[in-house]
Nanobody, 129 residues
Framework: VQLQASGGGLVQSGGSLRLSCAVS???????IAWFRQAPGKEREGVSC????????YYSDSVKGRFTVASDNVKNTAYLQMNNLKPEDTAVYYCATDRVPFPCQVVMSAGFNPKGLDYWGKGTQVTVSS
């Protein structure tokens, strides 16, 4: 199973980036969660999309600025990030699991990211002020 995240880069405050997460090797896609980790901080959930009903979830810090979507034909998920702020600077990871997982649990405070089995390598997003 491979998840390949891409699309990160350097952008000015207020700018936009679109991250992609290509998934291969899974018999079924049970949804995609996006996390980020800034230097010295814990990995935090940013967004999640449920495969079954397509529901989307966002952390309060990105709600209204980020949009998650998935393309089932391409087995690729996307994270559109608008109005980026310096505090969005982090390495962004996509993750999924071998069984269906509830996005509302993944996005809840205290969720241990180790609870998801498959992770991409991460892509760096840097927002300059």
């Amino acid at each position: 199973v491979q998840l390949q995240a891409s699309g990160g880069g350097l952008v000015q405050s207020g700018g936009s980036l679109r991250l992609s997460c290509a998934v291969s090797g899974l018999r079924s896609n049970y949804g995609i969660a996006w996390f980020r980790q800034a230097p010295g901080k814990e990995r935090e959930g940013v967004s999640c999309i449920s495969q079954g009903d397509g529901k989307t979830y966002y952390s309060d810090s990105v709600k209204g600025r980020f949009t998650v979507a998935s393309d089932n034909v391409k087995n690729t998920a996307y994270l559109q990030m608008n109005n980026l702020k310096p505090e969005d600077t982090a390495v962004y990871y996509c993750a999924t699991d071998r069984v269906p997982f509830p996005c509302q649990v993944v996005m809840s405070a205290g969720f241990n990211p180790k609870g998801l089995d498959y992770w991409g390598k991460g892509t760096q997003v840097t927002v300059s002020s």
